[in-house]
Each structure stands twice: as C-alpha cells, then as structure tokens.
T-cell receptor
Framework: GDSVTQMEGPVTLSEEAFLTINCTYT??????LFWYVQYPGEGLQLLLK?????DKGSNKGFEATYRKETTSFHLEKGSVQVSDSAVYFC????????????FGAGTRLAVHP | GAVVSQHPSWVICKSGTSVKIECRSLDFQATTMFWYRQFPKQSLMLMATSNEGSKATYEQGVEKDKFLINHASLTLSTLTVTSAHPEDSSFYIC??????????????FGPGTRLLVL
C-alpha cells in the first residue's frame, strides 16, 4: 500500500543554518504531496503542497519539489529561525480515497539561537 | 483562517470507562471530519471518516464498536472510546474539510487530545 518515509529526528540546527528534511514515498498512480507543520500546542497546519511531478511547493521560505523519478519530496529552507522549531510531517493523498492522507512519522526540528 | 478545536486536550481515565472527545469547527461548516490516532514517534493513522448526518466510515482494523463516532451537526463530531483499556492510550487528532470533500485537498487539524488509560 501507499506509504511515506521521512528522516528521523530530532534535527537540531543553529539559527540561519540550511535545513533539509528528507521524505520519500511509495504510491500507485499520481498522488498529491504535502508538508504539514505542528507547532507546540497547536494543530497540524498545511505548510506547502505539490500536486504533480516537478511542481515546487513553497511557503514561508520553505520549498519542496515533487520528484517522481526518485519518489521524493524533500523539505528545504535556506536559513532557519528559532520560530521554525516544530514537528514537520510529510504526507500524501493516496489512491485509497478522495481525501485520505497518509503521513510520515514526523521530524522534530529544534533551532537554537 | 479555519480553526478546529478539540476538547479535552488531555484526559486520564480508569480502565473500563468510556471517554468522549469533541471536535469542533469554530468558524466554518464541516461536512466531513476525520479522526486520527498517533502513537509516540509514529505516523498519524486515519481511524475513520465522519460525515454529517450519516454513519462514519472506518478504516480496516479499527473497531467501530470500540470507537464510536457521531457527527450530529456541521460543526461537531465526537469520538467515544468505549470500555477503554491501557492499549487505547494515544494521541487522538481530528481534522475537518470546508465544503465538498472531493474538491478539497486541505484538511484543518485540531490540536489533539492525549488519552491515558490507567
């Protein structure tokens, strides 16, 4: 079945460092791909998405490119801030239902000043 | 923006008791809501899809008699964990969609409810 694998955390970075969180997926057909972020004490929020191959989703300085050839959707940011500290979830909307999301395990990011 | 709340945020109960968790869409009407559970360091797993005015659709392996879902209005869905046992201890999260589910990709998530069964 469809699945998402993302790198284990926690990821600890200094402010202004470059961030990469890897995400790969297994799916039949042509899934849509998402990154969600969960700040402490809050619900998951959609960070960005891409709906077809080679699309690039971007928001708040974060980017991810839908790579069908490598089945990947890695999250990147050029210069992280302390306020980016959160848990990041990669997800896909699979073929099992019109809105069924399949999530990775989440990666905790801690950014220090 | 669209806000989803959950109540309570955490609950501790004795084994054998039932616990009800509420999920509310505060500023929009949600025809469809979803219930997930998350074990420590694991993915969110979809438990069921809750449609207003009809029976919930449960994922394979989820006991519908154990996890009762009621979506009685366009702003409220409830999950009742019946006869809870320690293995039901988990983080339960709901989400909601604005409008028609087949046209909407964005789910709005609640902050989650942590359940501990002693």
């Amino acid at each position: 079945g469809d699945s998402v694998t993302q790198m284990e955390g926690p990821v600890t970075l200094s402010e202004e460092a470059f961030l990469t969180i890897n995400c790969t997926y297994t799916a039949t057909g042509y899934p849509s791909l998402f990154w969600y972020v969960q700040y402490p004490g809050e619900g998951l929020q959609l960070l960005l998405k891409a709906t077809k191959a080679d699309d690039k989703g971007s928001n708040k300085g974060f980017e991810a490119t839908y790579r069908k050839e490598t089945t990947s959707f890695h999250l990147e940011k050029g210069s992280v801030q302390v306020s980016d500290s959160a848990v990041y979830f990669c997800a896909l909307r699979g073929s099992g239902g019109y809105n069924k999301l399949i999530f990775g395990a989440g990666t905790r990011l801690a950014v220090h000043p | 923006g669209a806000v989803v709340s959950q109540h309570p945020s955490w609950v501790i109960c004795k084994s054998g008791t039932s616990v009800k968790i509420e999920c509310r869409s505060l500023d929009f009407q949600a025809t469809t809501m979803f219930w997930y559970r998350q074990f420590p360091k694991q993915s969110l797993m979809l438990m069921a899809t809750s449609n207003e005015g009809s029976k919930a659709t449960y994922e394979q392996g989820v006991e519908k008699d154990k996890f009762l879902i009621n979506h009685a209005s366009l702003t409220l869905s409830t999950l009742t964990v019946t006869s809870a046992h320690p293995e039901d201890s988990s983080f339960y999260i709901c989400s909601a969609i604005i409008g028609l589910a087949e046209f909407q990709e964005t789910q709005y998530f609640g902050p989650g409810t942590r359940l501990l069964v002693l």
